[in-house]
Nanobody
Framework: VQLQASGGGLVRAGGPLRLSCAAS????????MSWYRRAPGKERELVAA???????NYAVSVRGRFTISRDNAKNTVYLQMNSLKPEDTAVYFC????????????????WGQGTQVTVSS
């Protein structure tokens, strides 16, 4: 199983950006899918998470600006980021709680490789 994140880049403050993260491999089901970020000199923080049923929650700092969604048929999670601020600059990571086809393995956490988002003022 692997997660492939994409969509990062350089954007001006106030602009939008959309991240995608696709899971592939021997997947039976995916529970929660999440986006985290790590800004320079800061700890990694949870940005948003979404259950398989579509229930989402957000960090206070991004609420109202970011929207997390997922396509269960494609095993993909998205993060639509609007009204970006320079303080949103960070490496963004996706995470998925995956049940593999070998059910004996239980629920495992997988991480994407990270994608850089840079917001200029």
């Amino acid at each position: 199983v692997q997660l492939q994140a994409s969509g990062g880049g350089l954007v001006r403050a106030g602009g939008p950006l959309r991240l995608s993260c696709a899971a592939s491999g021997s997947i039976f089901s995916i529970n929660v899918m999440s986006w985290y970020r790590r800004a320079p000199g800061k700890e990694r923080e949870l940005v948003a998470a979404i259950t398989s049923a579509g229930s989402a929650n957000y960090a206070v700092s991004v609420r109202g600006r970011f929207t997390i969604s997922r396509d269960n048929a494609k095993n993909t999670v998205y993060l639509q980021m609007n009204s970006l601020k320079p303080e949103d600059t960070a490496v963004y990571f996706c995470k998925a709680e995956i049940v593999e086809r070998d059910l004996r393995l239980g629920i495992l956490n997988y991480w994407g490789q990270g994608t850089q988002v840079t917001v200029s003022s």
